[in-house]
């Protein structure tokens, strides 16, 4: 099926794994550049970013919807996690995106299935910690959409930061022939890092998810003041947090920006300070890297940069 999106390219849909197969292979066999977006569709400006960014790697540009069953745990919201095609087709043919791909949950997994693929090391800790079996998920889903799709390229966001991480990872000890590129993580205007369960918050919840990255930013000017005691850090991230009704943290640490390791004592840069919280019923993440002059992106945000 072949729609055209407002850039004239046109956008075709596939639903099926033997067709994207079949498109994959032979792009790669006409030595076409292919770039990769998975997501989960409810697409928002970060995603955006995502598919533009995929746009200057590639000659084609497949982006993937696909809500993975598999990353969710069993009192988790994924009967819930909000789905909109239409609005995700429209933005997918407004960034220029060529293929959407649509698998089917019976398709990703039918009957029998029984493969995991497990980051041992990479997976502990923070969010492998509050959603036990979340990540071997994600890197199923990873690892099966990389061989649908074949791309010379894949793009993730550094808002899951962890996530990003353990991808890597994973392409580096199973030698998968594909580039990961990590993207800056988008905020909206007030602060807020964009995510597609922002939907669930309510005018108020929104106000105390922001202590979020209020504290990340207060953590992060004390450090480009040159403050390098790990514990300040936390503290003044922290603190905003403290006064925040109906917040309840998960996690909030220092680690080493590549490795993942925990940092104590002094911060030797680059390191990101890594957060996890429920407002409300709403789970959110956010983070900050520490000596971001080192990293290769820069954080965005909508209407201007941080
Ligand atoms: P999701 O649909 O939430 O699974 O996300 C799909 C991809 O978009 C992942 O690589 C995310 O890290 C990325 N992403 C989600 N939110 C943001 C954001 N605010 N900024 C940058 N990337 C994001």
Redesign the pocket.
């Known amino acids: 099926m072949t729609e055209r999106g407002e850039h004239g390219r046109g956008l075709t849909l596939i639903l099926s794994l033997e067709e994207m197969q079949g498109w994959a292979r032979d792009n790669r066999r006409r030595g076409v550049r292919t770039a990769l977006?998975?997501?989960?569709?409810?697409?928002?400006?970060?995603?955006a970013?995502?598919l533009k960014q995929a746009r200057s790697c590639g000659e084609q540009v497949v982006l993937s919807?696909f809500v993975?069953p598999l990353q969710f745990g069993p009192s988790e919201d994924l009967a819930k996690y909000p789905r909109d095609l239409d609005a995700d087709l429209r933005l997918a043919a407004k960034t220029g995106c060529d293929v959407v791909f649509l698998p089917m949950p019976a398709s990703m997994y039918p009957t029998g299935f029984q493969t995991d693929v497990r980051v041992r090391e990479i997976e502990q800790g923070l969010c492998g910690a509050q959603r036990p079996g979340h990540f071997v998920g994600v890197a199923t889903v990873v690892l099966k959409l990389l061989h649908l799709v074949l791309p010379d390229v894949a793009?993730?966001?550094?808002?899951?930061y962890q996530?990003?991480a353990v991808i890597r990872q994973l392409v580096r000890d199973l030698s998968v022939p594909v580039e990961i590129k990590g993207?800056?993580?988008?905020?909206d205007e007030d602060g807020l890092?964009?995510?597609?369960?922002n939907v669930y918050l309510s005018s108020a919840e929104r106000q105390q998810a922001q202590r979020l990255s209020q504290g990340l930013f207060a953590a992060r000017a004390l450090y480009e003041t040159g403050e390098c005691g790990a514990d300040r850090l936390l503290a003044a991230a922290q603190e905003p947090l403290l006064r925040a009704e109906g917040l309840a943290l998960e996690y909030l640490e220092l680690r080493d920006a590549e490795t993942l390791r925990p940092v104590s004592g002094q911060v030797a840069d680059p390191a990101v300070l890594l957060v996890a919280a429920r407002v409300g019923k709403t789970r959110l993440l956010d983070n900050v890297i520490l000596g971001r002059q080192l990293r290769v992106s820069k954080e965005?945000r909508l209407g201007g940069d941080t």
Request: proline residues 6%; glycine residues 8%.
């Open positions: 977006v998975p997501t989960m569709g409810a697409l928002h400006a970060g995603h970013s995502l919807i993975n793009l993730f966001g550094e808002k899951d996530q990003l993207c800056p993580l988008v905020r890092a964009l995510s597609s369960r965005l």
